[in-house]
């Protein structure tokens, strides 16, 4: 940690202007917020609600047992390290078994999703997937609970190209990276 960087408690105080690394992230004491790193730019979300987790827990409960063997599925929070300077929490992700280490999936996921929150709505619709498209994340979902809806997309040569959309009741049937169909509805009825 620079000169410029102290510590009041556990919590660091970073100099306005600092390029933050994953190390530093790695510095912020758990305080139940969840901190991303964009191009050294520290990013803070509150704590999710309980409509955000319940398409979390859903989503998970899916696709886990059709994962590959040399794949695991998890829930955030969950460090995707891009770079020194991004690391990306995805709200769900895939990854394979060999990019995990202790700490983070180290490299890019097979598949990332974000549950779109009031206040993450511009990180996950167009930040996030910018950045994982330019890393090589083959698949990448957004689910917003509020409509409800879901969106799709595949990684075409450096972009994402949108293969499925369903709002309601309606139906997505998808066949990579796995043979899946998913209702928005189904994913945030209170059942």
């Not at 280490?101 to 930040?127: F, Q, Y």
């Amino acid at each position: 940690m620079s000169e410029s960087r102290r510590t009041m408690g556990v919590v660091p105080v970073f100099s306005h202007g600092d390029h933050l690394t994953r190390h530093d992230l790695e510095s912020i004491a758990d305080d139940r917020h969840r901190y991303e790193l964009v191009d050294g730019v520290l990013l803070m979300s509150p704590s999710p609600r309980p409509l955000h987790q319940r398409v979390v827990a859903r989503v998970l409960a899916r696709i886990t047992p059709l994962c590959p063997p040399d794949c695991e599925a998890l829930p955030a929070p969950v460090d995707v390290v891009l770079a020194e300077d991004t690391v990306m929490i995805p709200d769900v992700l895939i990854g394979r078994r060999r990019d995990f280490t202790d700490r983070a999936l180290v490299g890019t996921p097979v598949l990332a999703v974000e549950v779109v929150s009031p206040s993450s709505r511009l990180i996950d619709r167009h930040l996030k997937p910018a950045r994982l498209a330019a890393a090589g994340c083959p698949h990448y979902w957004i689910i917003d609970p509020s409509t409800p809806d879901m969106t799709c997309f595949d990684l075409v040569g450096e972009e994402y190209a949108q293969v499925a959309t369903a709002t309601g009741e309606g139906t997505i049937t998808l066949t990579a990276p796995f043979p899946i169909t998913f209702s928005p509805a189904d994913l945030v009825s209170d059942y």
